[in-house]
């Protein structure tokens, strides 16, 4: 049973850039693609983009020139970057394994 | 741009009552390898949203016979034949060309 777990701030100031790892026990990033979804409070979901194993990826046009999403095979990992917060990016951060299985998220506020 | 329209934005339902959520969307999601991408979630709350229906119609691993899934092209419905107290939550639908969700319909039990 593969199991996901997002870490990383809490608290990031506005204009910098918000860095999250997500840590995948039970299984090898090998086996399927990996998904970055956030959801700001209150709010409905919105995808932010995944990478395959290969390394290819596909971003949410409205963030792609922001976003980054990188693989850390050593450390059975997946990353993601967004830069140049606001307050806008204030979200619960998801990670995923593909569309099936979801870590419990992280909240990240975007405040001085 | 794909648009999912999801209807209706809430549900209040007795348990033991049937439910049915509808999710539309603005483009065909008949992917050319004859396959719709197109999912049900359902968010608990304080949970993180756990799948119930993949490719429109199949019964992810765990998930109880009282859900289904159908619908293609454009249309598609998510049924609960028998709403039970713990499926209280916000149920989204997602298509996975674009990777847009519907907006969420909440249901709440009578």
């Known amino acids: 049973q593969v199991q996901l777990q997002e870490s990383g701030p809490g608290l990031v100031n506005p204009s910098e850039t918000l860095s999250l790892t997500c840590t995948v026990s039970g299984g090898s990033l090998s086996s399927d693609y990996w998904s970055w979804i956030r959801q700001p409070p209150g709010k409905g979901l919105e995808w932010i983009g995944y990478?395959?194993?290969?390394?290819?990826?596909n971003y949410r046009p409205s963030l792609k020139s922001r976003v980054t999403i990188s693989l850390d095979t050593s450390k059975n990992q997946v990353s993601l970057r967004l830069s140049s917060v606001t307050a806008a990016d204030t979200a619960v951060y998801y990670c995923a394994r593909g569309v099936r299985a979801w870590g419990q998220g992280t909240l990240v506020t975007v405040s001085s | 741009d794909i648009v999912m329209t999801q209807t209706p934005l809430s549900l209040s339902v007795t348990p033991g009552q049937p439910a049915s959520i509808s999710c539309k969307s603005s483009?065909?999601?008949?992917?050319?390898?004859?396959?719709?991408?197109l999912y049900w979630y359902l968010q608990k709350p304080g949970q993180s949203p756990q799948l119930l229906i993949y490719e429109v119609s199949n019964r992810f691993s765990g998930v109880p016979d009282r859900f289904s899934g159908s619908g293609s092209g454009t249309d598609f419905t998510l049924k609960i034949s028998r709403v039970e107290a713990e499926d209280v939550g916000v149920y989204y639908c997602l298509e996975t060309i674009q990777y847009t969700f519907g907006q969420g319909t909440q249901l709440e039990i009578k």
């Open positions: 483009q065909s999601l008949l992917h050319s390898d004859g396959k719709t991408y």
């Open positions: 990478i395959r194993y290969s390394g290819s990826t």
